[in-house]
């Protein structure tokens, strides 16, 4: 991405499974935030967000998170308010959107929404 | 014969959730609905997943107990078993489209051998419904393809910038609902207004679990609780005239809310006229705010937000997200949101109108949140930054 005044941001993705742990340190090192993305089709994708709430727990701690959970056109089940619940029983207020990976506006506002939780005064 | 119209009912054996969800839709995507996942009592074939440590388990009770429907094997390793038709893994699409064919014919063969005289069937005889437990198991999943194509399961999110918001929300002629001095006039009644009665109806829907619908003198909105859907056949100029109106004492005599009527329930539905539930009260309600609050709301009291609106399925109207962000932190009164996050009142106005309707905000009730007061909001050290992020992604030159 490339920003006003030449800067480029670079956005690293990693994948979920366990055997790729070792790159997530390396990762979020320097990080802003935590775009979490859960496929809603999973058995259980509630195990899914805690273990990764779990795991990136310091990190969240001193950034934020938001939390896109995609395949929702598949599986309407469990809803996003469910996914509130569940987040609300271990206190957290995150950013949670029904998003479709492909599609540049859900994405994009799936990041607004992380950065204004970091600043709220973020002026547009 | 049009196989799509009479799949094969088939039963899955020794995958895993995901495995069988997998298949599943393979079935019904790739193999163009051939055949159909149901539960083993009612399946007319089986398949099996030999690799699995069940599913040879399963597959040797199978061969054991002779069941007399035919069999499909998946397997990586190529011997085959003595009746079953083996597809080698990786699947391909072809070989199971074959199997499947191979399978249809040997059952076609049993019935034939087994039909019973044709006197046994009297014309005029109406056909047994169908089994509660003949339904595809796999109910939470989308097999239609159509249903995909609905604007309810796909409608990404509008954002409106400050210059579209008077084109698209409106305003109300005489009163300025951003200075302060005419805040008291600034409300509206949502009962007064479509939303109203659109919450109304959603609440008997949702409460009795049934398809509703609401009639106005208008097109009727049709309301569809088990899917979080609702339908109505006008475009969205009509909807938005409609949904600012105050609706006087005639028409209001005219709104009800009853069971589907029978033409209706057999009627076919334009997909892009169905809409998620939440989506469309949203929308509404902003509509009928016009960048005024409720009149339930107080606004001397503070409000707070329970949780963030779905903004990707959301018409996001100007600083929504900003407004969202700040109350999630704590109450705030509405004057406050607008003065800290240095914008006009209407935009908080409008914000809180729409969340109020899908029960998203409220007011504060407790004197504890009152007693103390939200924290300040303090610049992110890396502002700069995430401004200059901001702007790229909204599209704007720094």
């Not at chain 2, 399925?313 to 004057?335: C, D, Y």
């Given at each position: 991405?490339?920003l006003p005044g030449?800067?480029?941001?670079?956005?690293?993705?990693?994948?979920?499974?366990?055997?790729f742990?070792f790159?997530?340190?390396?990762?979020v090192n320097?990080?802003i935030g935590?775009?979490?993305?859960l496929d809603?089709?999973?058995?259980?994708?509630?195990q899914?967000m805690?273990f990764f709430?779990?795991?990136?727990d310091?990190?969240?701690?001193?950034?934020?998170?938001?939390?896109?959970?995609?395949?929702m056109?598949?599986?309407?089940?469990p809803?996003?308010d469910?996914?509130?619940v569940?987040?609300?029983?271990?206190g957290?207020?995150?950013p949670?959107?029904a998003v479709?990976?492909r599609?540049?506006?859900?994405?994009?506002?799936l990041?607004?929404?992380?950065l204004?939780?970091?600043?709220p005064?973020?002026?547009? | 014969m049009?196989?799509n119209?009479n799949?094969?009912?088939?039963?899955?054996?020794?995958?895993?959730?995901?495995?069988?969800?997998?298949?599943a839709?393979?079935?019904?995507?790739?193999c163009?609905?051939?055949a159909?996942v149901?539960?083993p009592?009612?399946?007319e074939?089986?398949?099996f997943?030999a690799?699995s440590?069940?599913?040879q388990?399963?597959?040797r009770?199978?061969?054991?107990?002779?069941?007399?429907?035919?069999l499909?094997?998946l397997s990586?390793?190529?011997s085959?078993?003595?009746?079953?038709?083996?597809?080698?893994k990786?699947v391909?699409?072809?070989e199971?489209?074959?199997a499947l064919?191979?399978?249809?014919?040997?059952?076609?063969q049993?019935?034939?051998?087994?039909?019973?005289?044709?006197?046994?069937f009297t014309?005029?005889?109406?056909?047994?419904?169908?089994?509660?437990?003949?339904?595809?198991?796999?109910?939470?999943y989308?097999m239609e393809?159509d249903?995909?194509?609905?604007?309810?399961?796909?409608?990404?999110a509008?954002?409106?910038?400050e210059?579209g918001?008077?084109?698209?929300?409106g305003?109300?002629?005489?009163?300025d609902v951003?200075?302060?001095r005419?805040?008291?006039?600034a409300?509206?009644?949502?009962?007064?207004?479509f939303?109203?009665y659109?919450?109304?109806?959603?609440?008997?829907?949702r409460?009795?679990?049934?398809?509703?619908?609401l009639?106005?003198?208008?097109?009727?909105?049709?309301?569809?609780?088990?899917?979080?859907e609702?339908?109505?056949?006008v475009?969205?100029n009509?909807?938005?005239?409609?949904?600012?109106?105050?609706?006087?004492s005639?028409l209001?005599s005219k709104?009800?809310?009853?069971?589907?009527?029978p033409?209706l329930?057999?009627a076919e539905?334009a997909l892009?006229?169905?809409?998620?539930?939440?989506?469309?009260?949203?929308?509404?309600?902003?509509?009928?705010?016009?960048g005024?609050?409720?009149?339930?709301?107080?606004?001397?009291?503070?409000v707070?937000?329970?949780?963030w609106?779905?903004?990707?399925r959301?018409?996001v109207t100007?600083?929504?997200?900003?407004i969202?962000a700040?109350?999630?932190?704590?109450?705030r009164?509405l004057?406050?949101?607008?003065?800290?996050?240095?914008?006009?009142?209407?935009?908080?106005f409008?914000?809180?109108?729409a969340?109020?309707s899908?029960?998203?905000a409220a007011?504060?009730?407790?004197?504890?949140?009152?007693?103390?007061?939200?924290?300040?909001?303090?610049?992110n050290?890396?502002?700069?930054?995430?401004?200059?992020i901001?702007?790229?992604?909204l599209?704007?030159k720094?």
């Amino acid at each position: 991405m490339n920003l006003p005044g030449g800067e480029k941001l670079h956005l690293y993705g990693t994948p979920g499974q366990e055997r790729f742990d070792f790159m997530w340190d390396i990762l979020v090192n320097g990080g802003i935030g935590l775009v979490l993305l859960l496929d809603n089709t999973r058995a259980d994708p509630f195990q899914d967000m805690k273990f990764f709430l779990d795991t990136f727990d310091k990190f969240i701690s001193t950034t934020t998170v938001a939390i896109g959970v995609t395949q929702m056109d598949l599986s309407s089940k469990p809803t996003i308010d469910d996914y509130h619940v569940q987040l609300r029983n271990i206190g957290l207020k995150p950013p949670v959107f029904a998003v479709d990976a492909r599609v540049k506006s859900d994405v994009s506002l799936l990041i607004q929404s992380l950065l204004y939780t970091l600043d709220p005064g973020l002026e547009e | 014969m049009d196989k799509n119209k009479n799949p094969l009912k088939v039963a899955l054996h020794g995958m895993d959730e995901r495995s069988y969800k997998m298949m599943a839709m393979y079935l019904q995507g790739p193999c163009k609905g051939v055949a159909a996942v149901v539960n083993p009592p009612n399946a007319e074939i089986d398949i099996f997943d030999a690799d699995s440590v069940t599913g040879q388990r399963l597959l040797r009770e199978r061969i054991d107990g002779q069941a007399a429907r035919p069999l499909i094997v998946l397997s990586l390793n190529a011997s085959s078993i003595e009746g079953a038709f083996r597809i080698g893994k990786p699947v391909k699409t072809e070989e199971m489209l074959n199997a499947l064919a191979k399978a249809r014919a040997q059952l076609e063969q049993t019935a034939k051998a087994a039909q019973p005289p044709r006197s046994s069937f009297t014309a005029g005889t109406e056909a047994p419904p169908v089994a509660e437990a003949d339904k595809p198991v796999l109910k939470n999943y989308v097999m239609e393809t159509d249903e995909q194509k609905k604007t309810s399961k796909h409608q990404a999110a509008m954002q409106l910038n400050e210059k579209g918001f008077g084109a698209f929300i409106g305003n109300v002629p005489g009163i300025d609902v951003n200075d302060p001095r005419q805040f008291a006039r600034a409300s509206y009644n949502p009962k007064e207004y479509f939303q109203g009665y659109v919450e109304s109806a959603y609440k008997v829907s949702r409460e009795k679990n049934q398809t509703r619908q609401l009639n106005s003198g208008w097109n009727p909105l049709i309301i569809l609780p088990d899917n979080d859907e609702v339908w109505l056949d006008v475009d969205e100029n009509q909807l938005r005239a409609f949904a600012g109106l105050a609706i006087n004492s005639t028409l209001g005599s005219k709104m009800s809310v009853t069971p589907l009527s029978p033409d209706l329930a057999d009627a076919e539905r334009a997909l892009d006229r169905f809409h998620s539930m939440d989506a469309f009260l949203w929308k509404v309600a902003c509509w009928a705010s016009k960048g005024r609050y409720p009149s339930t709301i107080d606004i001397k009291q503070p409000v707070y937000l329970k949780s963030w609106p779905n903004f990707t399925r959301l018409l996001v109207t100007p600083h929504a997200l900003r407004i969202a962000a700040l109350l999630v932190q704590g109450p705030r009164t509405l004057p406050d949101v607008a003065e800290v996050l240095n914008i006009k009142p209407q935009y908080v106005f409008v914000f809180i109108s729409a969340a109020c309707s899908l029960g998203l905000a409220a007011q504060v009730r407790r004197e504890a949140d009152v007693l103390v007061q939200s924290p300040e909001i303090k610049p992110n050290k890396n502002q700069g930054l995430l401004k200059r992020i901001l702007s790229t992604l909204l599209g704007k030159k720094a």
